[in-house]
Nanobody, 119 residues
């Protein structure tokens, strides 16, 4: 079994910054691409950013220049550095990972971490 656990969410003022982390744990697995999604109330879940195992990144237009995704392959961890936050960034942020195991390959999701941007 593989688990993804996010951390780093919280309440921040407009213009502030937060850093999210997501660590994959378990046995006998290899992590391919990893990503961050978010879901605001009454809205669909949307891609924020993704990163391949080799470090190639992809960002949603609404976070370009403000958010940075990175990963530490040795720790099976992905990060999302968020700056210049605004209230529209408030949402539950979910981590996902494309994980290869000896007899399977599937996408795993974390339980999410709440980010609230408010004064």
């Amino acid at each position: 079994q593989v688990q993804l656990v996010e951390s780093g969410g919280g309440l921040v003022q407009p213009g502030g910054s937060l850093r999210l982390s997501c660590a994959a744990s378990g046995s006998s697995f290899r992590v391919n691409s990893m990503g961050w999604y978010r879901q605001a109330p009454e809205k669909q879940r949307e891609l924020v950013a993704s990163i391949s195992s080799s470090g190639n990144t992809n960002y949603a237009d609404f976070v370009k220049g403000r958010f940075t995704i990175s990963r530490d392959n040795a720790k099976n961890t992905v990060y999302l550095q968020m700056t210049s936050l605004n209230p529209e960034d408030s949402a539950i942020y979910y981590c996902n990972a494309d994980i290869l195991r000896p007899t399977s390959r599937r996408v795993y999701w974390g339980r999410g971490t709440q980010v609230t941007v408010s004064s």
